[in-house]
């Protein structure tokens, strides 16, 4: 059996299968409970990955990196519990070359175990020497060993993915970047001095702490404008954030659909109908996260 010599070459195979097929069991079941489809146009069946996919899997990996597929030996029978149907297993070794994130200490070479998924006539792809970016988690104790962080955190190594990681990236290293949201506190609501104008503000919850809110401003025969603040001090110039940004990400893929009563609660009826009004503008100009697989 060609996975013996394997052994034999690799000292760290068994201590990588033993640690990681346990979790892969988790990710193959994860993985047919969330399939995402692919768009038309995309190469060979392979998934497009939007934005907020990317983002979701760079910003919670410890290590993004650009590999070469050294070695890929097929896992069957005991070595591949909990196998979907359609998907192959492999105990890969790679070479890294791009670094994205986690650069320190990084190994010049890892090993790792993925599920591809099998062609119509029901054979694997071809990954030897394949170029990949992954997605993983460091293993403690075992520096030339990575563990992916879902079932889609192998992608191909293409321009657009490299582009899209390493903005994402960037954005999310910066002193400036926006922290998570996780939820909405208090809203106020003031009319204006004439029909028609008005100022809502809308305070956002984030996991360190930081202030973030929403202004919402409407004057007579104008459509509504709104803007984000990063910070105590309401910033004049502040506007709405572009599509497939950090900030819009934060915001369209983490804001409920609805504000919530407890936000509204000390406001009469008729300034909380209208922060409702102006919160359904930022959600409506927002958009759609763009997931296609499940976080």
């Not at 033993?18 to 069946?45: E, H, K, Y």
């Not at 990317?54 to 030996?73: F, P, Y």
């Not at 909990?82 to 070479?109: H, N, Q, S, V, Y």
């Not at 030897?128 to 075992?142: E, H, L, P, S, T």
Request: proline residues 7%; glycine residues 8%; charged residues 20%.
């Amino acid at each position: 059996m060609r996975l013996k010599a394997y052994r034999r070459r690799n000292p760290f195979c068994g201590t990588i299968l033993a640690s990681a097929l346990t979790v892969l069991v988790i990710l193959a079941t994860d993985a047919r409970a969330a399939t995402p489809v692919a768009p038309a146009g995309s190469n060979a069946g392979n998934i497009v990955f939007s934005y907020a996919d990317l983002a979701d899997l760079a910003l919670t990996g410890q290590l993004v990196a650009g590999v070469t597929v050294v070695k890929a030996e097929r896992l069957k029978g005991e070595l591949a519990p909990g196998l979907a149907p359609g998907k192959a297993r492999f105990l890969i070794e790679a070479t890294t070359g791009m670094l994205l994130r986690g650069a320190d200490g990084m190994a010049g070479a890892v090993s790792y175990i993925v599920d591809v998924p099998l062609d119509a006539k029901g054979k694997p792809p071809k990954l030897k020497k394949q170029r990949f970016i992954v997605i993983a988690n460091r293993v403690a104790g075992r520096p030339f060993e990575i563990r992916l962080t879902s079932p889609y955190s192998q992608l191909d190594w293409t321009q657009f993915n490299e582009s899209r990681l390493r903005s994402i990236l960037t954005e999310a290293t910066a002193a400036s970047a926006p922290p998570l949201v996780t939820g909405i506190g208090n809203a106020f609501h003031v009319p204006g001095a004439i029909p028609g104008e008005s100022e809502s503000q809308i305070f956002l919850t984030t996991s360190d702490s930081r202030p973030i809110s929403l202004t919402i401003l409407r004057r007579p025969g104008e459509q509504p404008q709104w803007a984000v603040a990063l910070g105590e001090m309401i910033d004049e110039n502040a506007s709405a954030p572009a599509r497939e940004t950090l900030l819009w990400y934060r915001l369209a893929c983490f804001l409920p659909p609805r504000l919530p009563g407890r936000s509204i609660a000390a406001l009469s009826e008729s300034n909380a109908n209208a922060v409702r009004d102006d919160y359904r503008v930022v959600v409506t100009q927002l958009g759609p996260c763009g997931r296609m697989i499940a976080r």
